[in-house]
């Protein structure tokens, strides 16, 4: 099983920085199948990241993904008052399909 | 638009059974496979189980295999998880969700989820 570890656990930011979250593998990822996705409280989680770079349907392009092998990242160029929330990468190049512990991005 | 709607979930003792329904509507249900996520109060989330989208391929988390059958109804356009031997850690929101035809194995959509709460 492939384990995600994402740090930092939470990260204190202001409406308009820069945001960036990690994810670690420990065990490379198959074909850079890993994605993010952004969960609200009280809300399903929404897919933003796939193949580690590819946005999603309606994903604005502030959102970026990068990495491969066992290190990716998620980067938010300019927080938007609504993209506070909790994020979850995803690999699912190997079974089980597993997600990172999640990083928490609240407001500074 | 993609809707889906879980349903079944409620209090039961550690030992029993319960199942889960999932009804879609707003796509081809029988062309996507679709996954089982659950999430406990406060905590991440976690991959339960996937079906593929004709019903002859399914695979387990370990945590669940050989208590929890997934099955589906295409004629229903309706997704089932029966769960046996309940256990207090499976106490969980559980969500479905569809398979994205961009990469298999991401979720495109998900629905509002059902409350499992399994306690004596």
């Known amino acids: 099983e492939i384990v995600l570890t994402q740090s930092p656990g939470t990260l204190s930011l202001s409406p308009g920085e820069r945001a960036t979250l990690s994810c670690r593998a420990s065990?490379?990822?198959?074909?850079?199948?890993l994605a993010w996705y952004q969960q609200k409280p009280g809300q399903p989680p929404r897919l933003l990241i796939y193949?580690?770079?590819s946005r999603a349907t309606g994903i604005p392009d502030r959102f970026s993904g990068s990495g491969s092998g066992t290190e990716f990242s998620l980067t938010i160029s300019r927080l938007e008052p609504e993209d506070f929330a909790v994020y979850y990468c995803q690999q699912y190049g190997s079974s089980p399909l597993t997600f990172g512990g999640g990083t928490k991005v609240e407001i500074k | 638009q993609v809707r889906l709607v879980e349903s079944g979930g409620g209090v039961v003792q550690p030992g029993r059974s319960l199942r889960l329904s999932c009804a879609a509507s707003?796509?081809?249900?029988?062309?996507?496979?679709i996954h089982w996520v659950r999430q406990a109060p406060g905590k991440g989330l976690e991959w339960v189980a996937v079906?593929?989208?004709?019903?002859?391929?399914?695979y387990y988390a370990d945590y669940v295999k050989g208590r929890f059958i997934i099955s589906r109804d295409n004629s229903k356009n309706t997704l089932y998880l029966q769960m046996n031997s309940l256990r207090p850690e499976d106490t969980a929101m559980y969500y479905c969700?569809?398979?994205?035809?961009?990469?298999?194995?991401?979720?495109?959509?998900w629905g509002q989820g059902t409350l499992v709460t399994v306690s004596s």
């Open positions: 193949g580690a770079s």
């Open positions: 065990q490379s990822v198959t074909s850079s199948n």
């Open positions: 079906i593929s989208f004709d019903g002859s391929k399914k």
């Open positions: 707003g796509f081809s249900f029988s062309s996507y496979g």
């Open positions: 969700a569809k398979e994205s035809i961009l990469a298999a194995g991401t979720s495109d959509y």
